[in-house]
């Protein structure tokens, strides 16, 4: 692991960056945003070094969630970094929880019956050019997902639809058994598969009459302590 100082000077800017924001946000910023921040226009170039500082032991980057970066070592005497303003935030629907592991069952349709105390605020930008009412959140419950960056706690935010791509980290409703789940999703012939993001899951294996897809994550919530 390199010491912070053995980074390049744009190194250490973003990560101070990337720690000012998620102490603000408790979420991590795009790859725009860190480049808007520090200046630099090329997304290329935020990853090249993005990917220098996984190599020193700095952060986690997955691919497979927008936002998908962990910071893993605090940063010696840091105080403030500038920190982007947002748009007003938008209110989200939590309408629930989503197994991360074994499937769990759920009182209701995850779409529905949801009281008024149950939004969460969340700024635009982790929505993207999404709709904020095709959006929901769910509360993760498991560690299926952990490789994927996804933890115990965590709040995922789905867009709402119901058909999915190879790959595609979704929720799914296993109608037969009222159960739901966060997994990968794919379809192999006949079947779909269901995939976690931890070596100690198997594969769920479904018929497709059996697996109705309920949304699609765009990005996960983490609060900090």
């Not at 299926?144 to 980290?169: K, P, W």
């Not at 079947?191 to 769920?204: D, F, K, S, T, W």
Request: overall charge negative.
């Amino acid at each position: 692991m390199k010491d912070f100082h053995q980074l390049s000077a744009r190194q250490q800017h973003m990560l101070r960056f990337m720690t000012a924001f998620v102490r603000e946000n408790g979420y991590p910023p795009s790859i725009r945003e860190i480049g808007d921040a520090c200046l630099i226009g090329s997304t290329s170039v935020v990853n090249y070094n993005l990917n220098k500082l996984v190599d020193a032991g700095y952060i986690e980057r997955s691919g497979r969630v927008s936002r998908g970066l962990r910071i893993l070592r605090s940063i010696p005497g840091l105080q403030s970094a500038t920190v982007l303003a947002t748009r007003q935030p938008l209110q989200v629907p939590l309408v629930g929880r989503i197994a991360a592991g074994e499937p769990i069952s759920l009182p209701d349709d995850i779409a529905h019956h949801i009281d008024e105390d149950d939004y969460i605020s969340l700024p635009a930008a982790m929505l993207g050019n999404v709709d904020a009412s095709e959006v929901f959140a769910l509360t993760v419950r498991g560690d299926s997902m952990i490789d994927a960056m996804i933890q115990n706690g965590d709040v995922v935010i789905l867009r709402r639809q119901n058909t999915a791509e190879n790959g595609d980290m979704v929720a799914a409703w296993l109608k037969e058994d009222s159960e739901t789940t966060l997994k990968h999703f794919y379809r192999r012939g006949d079947m779909i598969e269901l995939h976690a993001a931890n070596p100690a899951y198997q594969p769920l294996q479904v018929v497709p009459d059996n697996c109705e897809i309920k949304g699609k994550v765009l990005s996960v919530m983490r609060t900090y302590a």
